[in-house]
């Protein structure tokens, strides 16, 4: 698989005080292949928004490269072909909706991209039809409810048709049934377009679904790999504040009662097979 982003010994910082550098992320090295799902963790104020940001282009590093589809961010000439490439969707699913319809929402991000009048109407059908939202053009956005709200924003970004979506805790403000659509929507976009998706979340439970997860810790990364590897691992279990899935922490308690268990039974059915793998020896 080709590598579709690029950060190379990538720094941010702020200035503090006068000549006084705060280093947000510091020295960042990695690879996200075309397609893959990768989503971003750590605790709260670790960098995770402000690597989105960098990633998108909406910010430059202090130092360092990164290059996304071969454009450099830091090249204003490639500006504009980045933002066609990446689209963004925020937490706040209100503060990114402007239009009062819906069909204007979507247009807007089309003609900042100056697709032509006759191609907008296809692309606005084909992209609500893709979050669910089929005939929803002539709706005013204000009726819409979180869940929709967030579906609006994923089908404006979906009509730019862009390589990269990256997404900043976009379900952090919804019900869990909202949620769950969401993760499906993404999972299918990913299936069907091949789009490289860039999720940061603070559910685990997302973040075991992803192809790889990247803990942010110390300004650094801490961990780029296999989701499983990282949820099993008892290091990360025991990091404070980050609440470890639901089956992390039930088969983390059996095996704290001498039970052999496999902690990468992470997934509601296969710890629930593994509970009962358990029960069953325990009978004998
Ligand atoms: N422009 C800025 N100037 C000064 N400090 C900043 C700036 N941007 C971010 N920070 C600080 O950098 C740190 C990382 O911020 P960031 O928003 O990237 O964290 P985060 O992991 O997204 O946090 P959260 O989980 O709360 O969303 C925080 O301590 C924040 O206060
Ligand atoms: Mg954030």
Do not use: W
């Amino acid at each position: 698989m080709e590598k579709i982003i690029e950060f190379k010994n990538v720094d941010y910082a702020v200035e503090e005080q006068k000549n006084k550098k705060h280093f947000i992320l510091k020295n960042i090295t990695l690879e996200i292949k075309k397609g893959e799902l990768v989503c971003v963790i750590g605790l709260n104020g670790c960098g995770k928004s402000t690597f989105a940001k960098l990633l998108s282009g909406l910010i430059s590093p202090t130092s360092g490269l990164i290059n996304i589809c071969g454009l450099n961010t830091q090249n204003p000439d490639h500006s504009y072909q980045i933002r066609k490439k990446v689209g963004i969707i925020f937490q706040n699913p209100d503060n990114q909706i402007i239009a009062s319809t819906i069909e204007e929402e979507i247009a807007f991000g089309l003609e900042n991209l100056c697709i032509p009048r006759e191609k907008m109407k296809a692309r606005i059908k084909s992209s609500l039809c893709a979050v669910g939202m089929e005939g929803f053009e002539k709706k005013l956005t204000s009726t819409l409810s979180g869940g929709q709200k967030q579906r609006l924003n994923i089908a404006s970004v979906l009509a730019m048709q862009p390589e990269i979506i990256v997404l900043d805790e976009p379900t952090s403000m919804l019900d869990s049934v909202s949620r769950k659509n969401i993760l499906d929507l993404l999972l299918k976009i990913k299936s069907i377009h091949k789009t490289t998706i860039v999720l940061v979340t603070h559910f685990m439970e997302e973040a075991v679904l992803s192809n790889k997860v990247l803990f942010i810790e110390d300004r650094k990364v801490n961990f780029l790999g296999n989701p499983y590897e990282l949820f099993s691992d008892e290091v990360f279990l025991k990091t404070p504040s980050l609440t470890p899935m639901q089956s992390s922490q039930i088969l983390s308690f059996i095996k704290s009662l001498g039970y052999k268990v496999s902690m990468k039974a992470l997934k509601t059915k296969d710890c629930a097979n593994e509970i009962i793998k358990i029960l069953e020896n325990h009978k004998k």
